[in-house]
């Protein structure tokens, strides 16, 4: 039986994902289960990501009945509902084997038992109804052990003042304007409808674990922080916070998420002060004095399917930094899926660590009105169905020569692009960049490209050390009306090489270039001092496991 449910149409006609339980089931879920007040049967349940669905999981329950007084080994298989948190499964009987807490497969046929709904109600409850050879019922199950990160504890009450109900129980809707301190509770499906706007002096905290739905009631859904608002999204990697489409399909499902602070930005005329500007698809004032302004915390977010092209120049990204500050912190930041650039900063002085941008339509890092940050660790992955640079970096398209002008430090990214794709980093319009142990490959057009004579002329702004680039259509573009050529610039740092980085999706195999290239340069306290380029060392611990979605594939599910 499908249990998944089916869009809601609501009284404006607009459509809906529901939820019973607003929850992810993950990982964490893992763990015994028992009958409280009986002896016997458990359930041993075991959560693995699934193949069909994007933030869905697939699960294995063992547990054992009785036939003729005889205990019976049973299997399911199924995938949790990632809107229902139901998984509908199907239960295989395990012949032989040594009953205990170390069970041991004697015989690995299997024949039908039955059927199954495993029903994830909270940490502290789940429900088995069941259907076999050997009789009927529920089982009421609570957790022996668990994973320690499993946090949702609380059953759904209502919604709060700030919110309306949605169309199903468990959904709530949040839009408008927040004009206090309000909290986004993981019991809950929040649904962001119109755009959520954080107003000045009011903050947004999100729990771990709290997914939010945009598009359902269009497609410029959006999340606004303005200046002096503040949002502390602070997941975990076991619990991220999942902000998605309905369908959690495709890309331009809703609009994204856009900060906005009062960090210095370039472009306006000289004598403005302080310069600020109006964002893309309304999504209200930025710029200012202060680099070191806060909006707040974004750390273990993954924002997905957004994205919403007005016109070449007014668009939502996946996320916007606008103006934003360096007391603002960004760590452990996914964009998936989404229609335009994935994340773009618009100046300001805002660092990030950890970046995961997959399946972006347009560019995946884009830069303009002379951000001045610093970014360590991007792992930026192409598909075939769509994109375009890894890199788009501009110091500002009216005025290349604006101060400040652009200027980041960047450091260990990975750019992967498809023979769809364009170039892996184009510096144009006056950009200034300092580029440290990184690695482009794969894009259809160039690795590398240096555009427009504002970019060459400022020459001293530019530096790449300890980086591969190859494996691309070419990969140096080179114009004969270029005042150097790019392949020279590359070569004469130190550290740099041309050739296939030898990755293994997206790390680094053992022969790589990439690895013991040498020390990152930057005297920078923000910065890891690592020896190999890229995102990912190919030894220890990879910080992208239990958290991301799609890097293990090269297009959209379904496709």
């Known amino acids: 039986m499908n249990m998944k449910r089916n869009l809601l149409a609501l009284a404006a006609g607009s459509l809906v994902i529901g939820s019973a339980n607003a929850f ?62 139901i998984a509908e499964l199907d239960f295989y009987e395990l012949e032989g084997g040594v009953f205990g807490p170390e069970f041991t497969e004697a015989d690995a046929s299997q024949s039908i038992w039955g059927t199954g709904t495993l029903s994830f109600d909270s940490c502290e409850q789940l429900t088995l109804d069941y259907n076999g050879d050997d009789g009927t019922g529920t089982l009421d199950l609570s957790p022996v052990s668990q994973g320690a990160e499993c946090i949702v504890k609380r059953e759904f009450d209502g919604c709060p003042e700030f919110a309306s109900a949605g169309p199903l129980e468990g959904s709530c809707i949040v839009g408008g304007e927040v004009n206090s301190d309000i909290a986004l509770s993981n019991e809950i499906t929040w649904l962001i409808q119109g755009q959520l706007i954080v107003n000045d002096g009011a903050s947004l905290t999100i729990e771990p674990n709290t997914e939010l739905v945009g598009g359902t009631l269009g497609d410029t859904d959006t999340l606004v922080v303005k200046q002096g ?72 977010v993954v924002v997905s399917n957004a994205g919403r092209q007005f016109s070449e120049e007014n668009e939502l990204n996946g996320i916007a930094f606008q103006g934003v500050g360096d007391g603002t912190v960004v760590e452990y930041i996914q964009v998936h899926l989404n229609e335009d650039d994935g994340v773009e900063f618009f100046g300001g002085t805002v660092n990030a660590k950890y970046l995961v941008l997959t399946g972006i339509g347009d560019d995946s890092l884009d830069w303009t009105q ?46 992967i692009g498809q023979s769809n794709t364009d170039i ?120 992208t496991k239990g958290w991301t979605v799609g890097l293990d594939r090269t297009a959209p599910l379904g496709q």
């Open 424 to 543: 892996g980093i184009l510096l144009r319009e006056g950009t200034g960049a300092n580029i440290a142990n990184s690695v482009v490959t794969g894009f259809g057009e160039f690795c590398l490209d240096i555009d427009n004579e504002s970019t060459f002329q400022n020459e001293e702004n530019l530096t790449i050390v300890n980086s591969v680039v190859g494996g691309c259509g070419e990969t140096f573009s080179e114009d004969g009306g270029d005042l150097f050529a790019v392949s020279d610039w590359f070569f004469s740092f130190p550290g740099n090489v041309e050739a296939n980085p030898n990755l293994s999706n997206y790390a680094p195999n053992a022969s790589s270039p990439a690895l013991g290239i040498g020390n990152i340069p930057f005297e920078d306290g923000f910065f890891d001092n690592v020896d190999y380029a890229g995102a990912i060392s190919g030894t220890g611990a990879d910080w």
């Open 370 to 415: 002379g951000w001045q940050g610093k970014v360590q660790y991007v792992l930026a992955k192409q598909y075939t169905d769509n994109g375009d640079q890894g890199i788009e970096a501009d110091n500002n398209g009216d005025a290349n020569d604006s101060l400040p002008r652009a200027k980041p430090m960047l450091a260990n990214m990975t750019y």
């Open 229 to 300: 608002g503040k949002v502390f999204a602070e997941g975990t990697a076991s619990n991220p916070i999942i902000m998605r489409g309905p369908d959690a399909e495709t890309r331009a499902e809703w609009g994204g998420v856009v900060i906005n602070g009062f960090a210095p930005i370039n472009g306006c005329s000289e004598g403005t002060d302080p310069c600020t500007a109006q964002g893309e698809g309304n999504s209200g004032t930025y710029g200012g004095n202060d680099p070191h302004d806060s909006s707040g915390v974004m750390r273990y």
């Open 24 to 85: 992810v089931v993950n990982e964490q879920f893992t763990g015994n289960y028992f009958e409280q007040g009986k002896s016997g049967r458990g359930v041993i349940v075991d959560i693995v990501p699934s193949n069909n669905q994007e933030f869905g999981n697939a699960v294995i329950a063992q547990w054992f009945t009785f036939r003729d007084g005889v205990p019976l080994w049973l299997t399911g298989f199924g995938s949790i509902d990632q809107n229902t948190n």
